[in-house]
């Protein structure tokens, strides 16, 4: 399994930009695809999108024109941005993994970081 | 689009006794159908992958099948620490992950 570890501001304000972090080991970042997944509080999963290397991403189709990931490996971290946020967007963020080339399932979980939005 | 509808939405029962989860699909899928458990404050931890391959240090009391449309995961004897809610999650080529809406097991 991967060590992850999310950061980020746990307060945003409606209409602005979410911004987290994903902090990864660094042996993982070339054999390893990293996802953002959300949880509103009581309720289900909802996958937010994934990038392998920067070769390699993709976005939940509901989310896509609001939703920005990058990878900095210098820094071993993968990032999210989510643009343009509301209330709908408070949930537990978490950032996840998977062997690429096997990413039908995600073995590696990190322990989730809250975000509200409010004013 | 993919839907995946699990039940029941809560499950009650005692240790011991036997667990079966179901996951339904709104669409024949693959066998990309995983299962994971999640404990409140934890996050969702895999338990079955591909329908039926147990994750890495999982019990073997937990078993997953099926096909198609149909999906189960069962526990074939509950211990206390197996009370949880349970996701199953299919992944798509497009990529995609569907997520059912869970069912939680609670001590009857």
């Known amino acids: 399994q991967v060590p992850l570890q999310e950061s980020g501001p746990r307060l945003v304000e409606p209409s602005e930009t979410l911004s987290l972090t994903c902090t990864v080991s660094?042996?993982?970042?070339?054999?390893?695809?990293f996802n953002w997944i959300r949880q509103p509080a009581g309720k289900g999963l909802e996958w937010i999108g994934r990038?392998?290397?920067?070769?390699?991403?993709n976005y939940n189709p509901s989310l896509k024109s609001r939703v920005t990931m990058s990878l900095d490996t210098s820094k071993n971290q993968f990032s999210l941005r989510l643009t343009s946020v509301t209330a709908a967007d408070t949930a537990l963020y978490f950032c996840?993994?998977?062997?690429?080339?096997?990413?039908?399932?995600?073995?590696?979980w990190g322990q989730g970081t809250p975000v509200t939005v409010s004013s | 689009e993919l839907v995946l509808t699990q039940s029941p939405v809560t499950l009650s029962l005692s240790p011991g006794e036997r667990a079966t989860l179901s996951c339904r699909a709104s669409?024949?899928?693959?066998?990309?159908l995983a299962w994971y458990q999640q404990k409140t404050g934890q996050p969702p931890r895999l338990l079955i992958y591909?329908?039926?391959t147990r994750g890495s240090g999982i019990p073997d009391r937990f078993s997953g099948r099926g096909s198609g449309t149909e999906f189960t995961l069962t526990i074939s004897r509950l211990e206390p620490e197996d009370f949880a809610v349970y996701y199953c999650?299919?992944?798509?080529?497009?990529?995609?992950?569907?997520f059912g809406q869970g069912t939680k097991l609670e001590i009857k």
């Open positions: 996840a993994s998977c062997r690429w080339g096997r990413c039908d399932y995600l073995d590696s």
């Open positions: 669409q024949s899928i693959t066998g990309y």
């Open positions: 990038m392998y290397l920067t070769v390699n991403i």
């Open positions: 591909g329908t039926s």
């Open positions: 999650q299919h992944y798509s080529n497009s990529p995609m992950y569907t």
């Open positions: 660094g042996d993982s970042i070339s054999t390893h695809s």
